[in-house]
């Protein structure tokens, strides 16, 4: 035994030198260091869910966008009535929002997104509706910016580049697009034949049949002439402004004209 105890010793040492050092467990300080770095991490860089990201198709409050008026799709460069500056805008809603839009005499659009111009499904429905005989990628996006120009309007519906002047699919894509416009509403009326300026109207073609008065007088209503006239020509009705104060009655198939009078509209 005395012989083995001194070559004992210095195997026992060398064991134990060559055994591995116990690695932490879960739930010591190196641990916990380790997962409180890699939650501290998770908190810095939240994961969103799409409830609470706005998409690029929907505004902050998470109501969609128009598919034809994407923030920076389009420019519109409007112009003031009472020559105030003129104003750079990226999208249909800041249009409206404008503080002077009451005051805007028309606006230019322009079309800035990719090019070449893809319409989405949205504009490529206002194309159709415009332009039902087809148009080819030019002649669409200029049908598609006259649609968004219409969408503009606020200010003398029968003036220049006006609702009179707009062709009757242009004046439906517009009130198809932007029914939500301050305007929207009366876009309606002059796509459906409720709303109409001076000039000669087939009843029941151009406009509906129904109860019209001058909604809005033009700016020589003391003037105003208009007249109705029955499928041969015949003359059924005609006066001034004072005699449509209680409405006018146009039927199917007869001729309305008006001048100097302004803009009427369909009471029932």
Not at 133 to 158: F, H, K, N
Request: include cysteine; aromatic fraction near 6%.
């Amino acid at each position: 035994m005395r012989r083995l105890f001194p070559m004992v010793v210095p195997l026992v040492m060398l064991l134990v030198a060559c055994t591995p050092s116990a690695q932490p467990q879960p739930g010591t300080s190196t641990s916990s260091t380790t997962t409180g770095t890699a939650n501290s991490s998770a908190t810095a860089e939240p994961s969103h869910s799409p409830s609470t990201i706005p998409s690029s198709g929907t505004t902050d409050g998470g109501e969609p966008l128009g598919d034809g008026d994407e923030p920076g799709r389009y420019a519109y460069r409007c112009t003031s009535l009472d020559a105030s500056p003129e104003v750079q805008l990226s999208s249909l809603a800041e249009v409206w929002a404008a503080t002077n839009y009451t005051r805007m005499g028309s606006c230019e659009v322009t079309y800035t997104g990719p090019q070449p111009f893809e319409p989405t499904p949205r504009e490529t429905e206002a194309i159709s509706t415009a332009a039902p005989q087809g148009a080819g990628d030019d002649d669409g996006l200029a049908v598609m910016l006259d649609v968004l120009r219409l969408c503009t309007r606020i200010s003398d519906e029968s003036g220049p580049g006006g609702f009179e002047e707009a062709g009757r699919g242009t004046l439906l894509a517009a009130a198809s697009l932007c029914p939500d416009a301050p305007q929207g509403k009366i876009i309606a009326a002059w796509a459906e034949g409720t709303r109409m300026a001076d000039g000669s109207h087939l009843v029941g073609d151009s406009v509906q049949p129904g109860k019209y008065q001058v909604v809005r007088q033009g700016p020589s209503a003391a003037d105003c002439r208009w007249s109705l006239t029955g499928a041969g020509g015949a003359i059924a009705a005609e006066g001034g402004l004072p005699a449509v104060g209680e409405g006018l009655d146009l039927a199917a198939g007869q001729n309305f004209t008006s001048d100097k009078c302004g803009i009427w509209g369909k009471m029932y």
